[in-house]
């Protein structure tokens, strides 16, 4: 459904944002990850593509620097 899309996720955290990230890899969609924290941003990263497949891309950034 969601293949040949890539999907912005921003406020990466443990639950929502990580949920929201997994379910479009699930669905065939390249993820791009944003969070403030890029110790955890990684971790999690890390946990939706252990294997380092290229479908998930971690950028750490302040979105509230942009309003």
Avoid: W, Y
Avoid at 32 to 59: F, M, N, T
């Amino acid at each position: 459904m969601l293949n040949d899309k890539v999907v912005v996720v921003s406020g990466v955290g443990l639950v929502l944002g990580f949920e929201v990230a997994r379910l479009c890899l699930r669905d065939g969609a390249r993820v791009a990850l944003g969070a403030r924290s890029a110790e955890r941003l990684h971790a999690v990263a890390d946990q939706l593509d252990p294997g380092g497949g290229g479908r998930v891309l971690a950028v750490s950034t302040d979105i509230a620097l942009a309003l």
